[in-house]
């Protein structure tokens, strides 16, 4: 039997096995539910109390240990004498037979590179020096680094035979070899695209089961930091022989007046021995719970292993549109119905709304004229690398949000699904990006894998497929480019005749893949859209990516024996600072808009230098998600709200006499800029442009006064502290979840004796965590720090260092103290922060 002591329903209202079905979208829904801000859909159970279904989430209490990757001897014997695959059911380290007592105990998400220590090898060329992804020792010439064991055990109860019972990965990097019970099952090759294997033959009911999972992640699939290992969710999935088919349930909505119509389709599988006939009752629910729309289809026959489309049509009468700033969602419940009993159901969030790129006006969405304000961003995060809580999904979001960023590009791959519920379910639109550009088989699979994957989602509006492919654009491969990219968005329209079909080119667009896009992205070359446009007037254009800024946050001085780049004009030869492509985008209405590159700063492609860079510098924030000063510019120029930005910091001490350049960011009409009490002046503010002055320094403060109409709307003032004297700690949420996963987020600065944050500290500080929580990454944003991702100390970065608290299993409080270590440190006075976790959703969890 399963053990139902430990995690299993470890919530109440929960009965045992086969009695609640909570699907994964839900569970999603409830960790980023009560996050604030935006409103989230809120937990719906659907109209009966039971789905026959199954979803256990099987991320808890993993072992883990390093394999190697040319020595059988080090990698547990596989790859001995060729014999491995000789014969079914001879692979030992996934039989109850082995002993992995040395192995290290983890709970998924989990990604071995962010563990790792930087390597630096300047003997070779980029690919030697690991440049690109951080110079973390992954690859062919790091076998005993790049190649990890995962092994679990698990029960699975008699009562279980005769299902369908699926093992499902969201996503491992990057090359997997799966064994189930001594047996080999599958393989998976790319790091991006969910994956499953079909266990039900394989698995003892009534006994122990043993999975083990050999990571490869010698090769990578990028020129960015991917990560190691199994960095995503793993779900035991049970269904009957009758099922669904995996992501074949689609709500497709035209709006008209005040109607919508829901287009409802999905596949029937029959898995079973005999014929069935099988019904399907639909129902739609809005974020109240309220049932607004009912369909049905008839009952047919479903012979084994003859999946049947099942088509049907609902109607919602004045349909509450999606949209940035209101988020609507519905849900779907869909259920399989033979002889009056349900056999398989699944239930998901989607929206109503339109979507439209102009070639004259732009991006439409509902109808009405939207620029799109975008950022392009990898996956990975301080402290934790690509295996981000999903919490963190939407914390990132919501950074993004602040600085009036309403879409972002999934830049260069297929996203997580948590990332994809936090868009949906906080309003930021999306352009969805598929791995390889290619009609290969491979490529092929992974674009049918996003596309049906997310083609619910209403925050999805573009899907692209694929970011800079030199040879397909133009030049040896032009012409196959012209047929793998018709190929491509052929099958896109194919999976998804509703939304349009792009990719990220840099170039002119005139020949090669672009031929056969729908709409017409320009990475950058801010001397083509305009040709272009005038030559094909009737092609809708945007920017799929622009910028390329780069700054460290709180340097003010580009500095290469630092690895420092200035943050008033930092920007790379190919690139255009934020005022330089936003003054471009932003004036000319026939553009849709675009995405800057990066929102985040991410490990990898540390230009403009290189070692000892680990990070990037694009990002508008860091690592962290702390705010550059570009950060400013983008919400002054995006957002509505009065905004004014003035830095640098004040704390210059030993350049008394020299001249600092003094900036402010703003939508206002006009600002004043007042040292230590004395007016330099005020100046009238361009539109999508900044104000600057300059000042010779000497301690004290200088203000700006915002005006509008003539009169001050806002005051920001920046002043010379004195040295670090106390520890601070704030939380992005004090009360959190307890069910394993849930995460605060701490932001850790240092205040003078007079309580005004220490702008310039680098203060090292030592975390203790006690109670219902643990720490799972510290960061602080520097793209030169080495110092370890997972210690439970971090020096301060120019004033900010960030701690993610993890919550347990139990209802309880989390403390955090921050204690002050070493020579910069101890003169510190510590702090304390206590966060509360409560009682999670109920879910299905496999102990
Ligand atoms: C682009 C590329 C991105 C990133 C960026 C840096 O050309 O698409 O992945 O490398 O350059 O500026």
């Excluded at 099987?58 to 001897?73: H, K, M």
């Excluded at 930092?570 to 003054?583: A, K, L, M, R």
Aim: include cysteine.
């Amino acid at each position: 039997m399963v053990d139902t002591t430990r995690r299993t329903f470890i919530f109440a209202g929960i009965g045992l096995a086969g009695s609640c079905l909570l699907p994964r979208t839900l569970l999603a829904e409830a960790i980023g539910g009560a996050t604030g801000g935006k409103p989230s859909l809120p937990l719906q159970h659907g109209d009966t109390p039971v789905a026959p279904r199954e979803q256990w989430l099987l991320d808890f209490d993993w072992r883990f240990a390093f394999g190697n990757g040319c020595d059988p001897t080090k990698d547990f014997g596989y790859g001995f004498g060729q014999g491995d695959f000789s014969k079914t059911g001879d692979f030992k380290i996934a039989t109850t037979d082995f002993d992995d007592a040395g192995w290290h105990a983890l709970d998924l998400p989990h990604d071995w590179a962010v563990e790792l220590a930087p390597v630096h090898d300047d003997s070779g060329d980029d690919d030697t020096r690991l440049t690109s992804h951080g110079y973390k020792p992954l690859g062919r010439r790091y076998p005993a680094t790049s190649v990890g064991w995962y092994r679990r055990t698990f029960e699975i109860p008699a009562s279980d035979r005769g299902r369908r019972i699926w093992i499902e990965f969201d996503g491992a990097m990057r090359d997997i070899v799966l064994f189930v019970n001594g047996c080999f099952i599958g393989r998976h090759d790319d790091g991006y695209t969910p994956f499953r294997f079909d266990l039900s033959d394989f698995l003892n009911y009534g006994g122990k089961n043993v999975i083990a999972l050999r990571v490869d992640a010698s090769f990578g699939d990028g020129w960015f930091y991917e990560g190691a290992g199994i960095y995503r969710h793993v779900w035991l999935t049970k269904m009957d022989p009758v099922h669904l088919g995996r992501w074949e349930s689609v709500v497709r909505s035209t709006v008209e007046g005040d109607v919508a119509t829901l287009a409802l389709a999905t596949l029937i599988e029959n898995e079973g021995e005999h014929a069935v006939h099988a019904s399907l009752e639909w129902s739609i629910t809005d974020a109240s719970g309220r049932v607004v729309a009912h369909a049905t289809t008839p009952a047919q026959a479903i012979a084994p292993n003859t999946p049947a489309n099942c088509q049907t049509t609902a109607h919602v009468d004045a349909p509450q549109l999606w949209s940035p700033d209101e988020p609507h969602l519905y849900t779907a419940l869909v259920k399989v119905i033979v002889d009056g009993a349900t056999r398989d159901a699944e239930q998901f969030p989607f929206g109503v709304r339109t979507a439209a790129f102009d070639p004259d006006r732009g991006f439409f969405l509902n109808g009405k004229p939207l620029k799109i304000q975008g950022t392009c961003n990898h996956q990975d995060h301080a402290g934790v690398g690509a295996a981000l809580p999903d919490r963190l999904q939407s914390f990132r979001v919501g950074v993004l949000q602040g600085m009036g960023c309403n879409a972002v590009r999934t830049s260069h791959n297929m996203p997580t699904p948590e990332w994809v519920a936090a868009c949906d379910r906080m309003g930021m639109m999306m352009m969805c990006e598929t791995r390889h550009m290619s009609a290969s088989p491979s490529g092929m699979q992974q674009l049918d894998t996003m596309v049906k994957r997310y083609r619910n989602s209403p925050s999805v509006i573009l899907w692209s497929i694929g970011n800079e492919e030199w040879r397909l654009q133009k030049g040896a491969l032009e012409q196959q480019g012209e047929r793998i990219g018709a190929a491509m968005v052929g099958r896109c329209h194919e999976l998804d005749p509703t939304r349009v079909v792009s990719a990220a080119v840099n170039g002119d667009n005139e020949q090669g893949v672009s031929d056969a896009l729908d709409v017409i992205g320009f990475n950058y070359n801010l001397k083509y859209p305009d040709a272009f446009h005038k030559e094909h007037p009737r092609r809708a254009i945007y920017g799929s990516e622009t910028s390329s800024a780069i700054a460290t946050r709180g340097e003010y001085v580009t500095d290469p024996k630092k690895n420092t780049v200035n943050s008033y004009d930092g920007v790379v030869p190919w690139g255009e600072t934020p005022e330089q492509w936003w003054s471009f985008y932003g004036s000319r209405d026939w553009l849709a808009g675009g995405f800057a590159w990066t929102g985040f700063d991410y490990r990898g492609e540390p230009t403009p230098y290189g070692w000892p860079s680990v990070s990037s510098q694009f990002g508008i924030v860091d690592l962290c998600g702390f705010p550059k000063d570009y950060y400013y510019y983008y919400k002054a120029w995006w957002t509505k709200t009065p905004s004014l930005h003035l830095f640098p910091h004040w704390n210059w001490s030993g350049k008394e006499g020299q001249e600092i350049a003094v900036w402010a960011y703003t939508n206002l009409d006009e600002v004043e800029l007042l040292f230590n009490g004395r007016s330099l002046g005020i100046q009238q503010v361009p539109r999508f442009g900044h104000v600057q002055w300059k000042v010779a320094y000497a301690p004290g403060v200088i203000e700006a006064r915002g005006r509008r109409n003539g009169k001050v709307v806002l005051v920001e003032r920046r002043e010379t502290t004195g040295p670090a004297r106390k520890l601070r700690l704030a939380v992005d949420r004090a009360e959190i979840a307890a069910d394993g996963q849930d995460v605060a987020m701490i932001t850790v600065d240092v205040l003078d004796e007079h309580g005004r944050p220490v702008p310039t500290a680098d203060n090292k500080v030592t975390f203790r965590i006690s109670g219902a929580g643990r720490l799972i990454g510290v960061g602080n944003g520097d793209p030169n720090s080495h110092e370890s991702d997972k210690e439970p100390r971090r020096s301060l970065f120019n004033g900010l260092a960030q701690a993610i608290i993890q919550s347990t299993d139990s209802v309880g409080t989390i403390r955090i103290e921050a204690i002050g270590e070493g020579a910069t440190g101890s003169s510190l006075v510590p702090t304390s922060l206590t966060v509360t976790t409560r009682k999670a959703a109920p879910r299905l969890v496999v102990a």
